[in-house]
């Protein structure tokens, strides 16, 4: 428990100091925020806002990640180290297309093609590196099954595992992307979701198939150094939530949101608990459905099905302020994490 405190401590820390130092460095190099012309009209006073903050809370939750294990003592673990790689290389992934939007003043920054190049490049490192590596027990960090609370049915093979990580990866970097619209309304939803899993891999450490083959026990490689992981970029994320919240300071940009998406893809791939983050994070997903919903409906009757896609930007059309737009999918966003770790808690209620 003292490894999960300091690393969210530091990493809490080392944001809300480096991110007005960071605003600084961004505002004198001219890295200001592009707003797209069709967007809400509203937006168009955020144009010239720093971005790339995601920058921040990276580094931020890799310097409370490393002084966790320094101050304890206790050697980091592959799996920790796979899911800080997935968050660090998707985040570079962003800032790159991030640099291309303020450096070019192109407010679509990455071609897309090569964006997707550089998210499958990083996840098969992942999802390779996931399958490989047993500890005594012979357990991976991964496994080539699918899974809920835990894996289930037979696998589906080592190469279809991949294509399936690459498929978890890609959706929720790009809807974690999409729900960052608004001022603070990704940072919130991502933080609720990484304090689940600080709980999740608690949970399973204390009832590891390691220490005891009990009914229910998990088969997961390292449970503890998962929440150190979940509880350093929770601090990060935080920690720039403070400078993020309305009217946002700073925006984390394609660097903070990929890194998002890869970050808590990875925990949920590693605690065996792939189905449960469609639930946890079921704002992201509400989101991204809805974009889905518009561009399909559109194509098929050539009507609109909302004003605006993503769904925030239909409410900000319908007249919502943004504060009240941010707070209310907030508030749904703690619904859908209560209901997650609800189900994850719901096979060790007691029977009657």
Request: proline share 5%; net charge positive.
């Amino acid at each position: 428990m003292t490894n999960i405190i300091i690393a969210a401590g530091i990493a809490l820390i080392f944001v809300m100091v480096g991110t007005p130092v960071w605003i600084r460095i961004v505002n004198r190099l001219g890295y200001g925020q592009m707003i797209r012309d069709e967007g809400p009209e509203a937006h168009l006073n955020k144009r010239g806002t720093p971005t790339m903050g995601g920058t921040v809370f990276i580094v931020g939750s890799l310097v409370g990640y490393a002084a966790a294990h320094l101050f304890t003592g206790e050697v980091p673990t592959i799996s920790g180290i796979l899911v800080l790689f997935l968050m660090t290389g998707l985040g570079l992934v962003g800032f790159v297309d991030d640099y291309i939007k303020v450096f070019k003043q192109r407010s679509l920054g990455l071609r897309s093609g090569a964006k997707m190049i550089g998210i499958i490049l990083v996840g098969v490192v992942f999802a390779v590196g996931s399958l490989n590596f047993p500890n005594g027990y012979d357990v991976t960090p991964a496994d080539p099954h699918l899974s809920f609370l835990r894996d289930f049915g037979p696998s589906i093979g080592p190469y279809l595992f991949v294509v399936w990580a690459l498929l978890l990866i890609a959706a929720m970097s790009n809807g974690v992307n999409l729900t960052d619209g608004l001022d603070g309304l990704a940072a919130g939803p991502a933080g609720m979701v990484l304090a689940a899993y600080v709980v999740i891999g608690n949970w399973q450490l204390r009832n590891s198939c390691a220490a005891a083959l009990a009914p229910n026990c998990y088969s997961v490689r390292d449970p503890l150094d998962l929440a150190v992981v979940a509880a350093a970029v929770l601090g990060g994320v935080f920690g720039f939530l403070w400078w993020n919240a309305p009217p946002a300071k700073i925006f984390m940009g394609d660097t903070g949101s990929l890194a998002l998406g890869g970050v808590l893809v990875g925990l949920a791939i590693l605690t065996r608990t792939q189905f449960l983050l469609a639930i946890l994070c079921g704002l992201i997903v509400m989101i991204t459905l809805s974009v889905i919903i518009q561009v399909g409906g559109f194509k098929m009757t050539g009507k609109r099905v909302f004003k605006m896609a993503p769904l925030q930007h239909h409410f900000e059309l319908s007249g919502w302020a943004e504060t009240t737009i941010v707070v209310r999918f907030w508030l749904m966003s703690a619904t859908f994490v209560a209901i997650g770790i609800g189900l994850f808690y719901l096979e060790w209620m007691p029977k009657k």
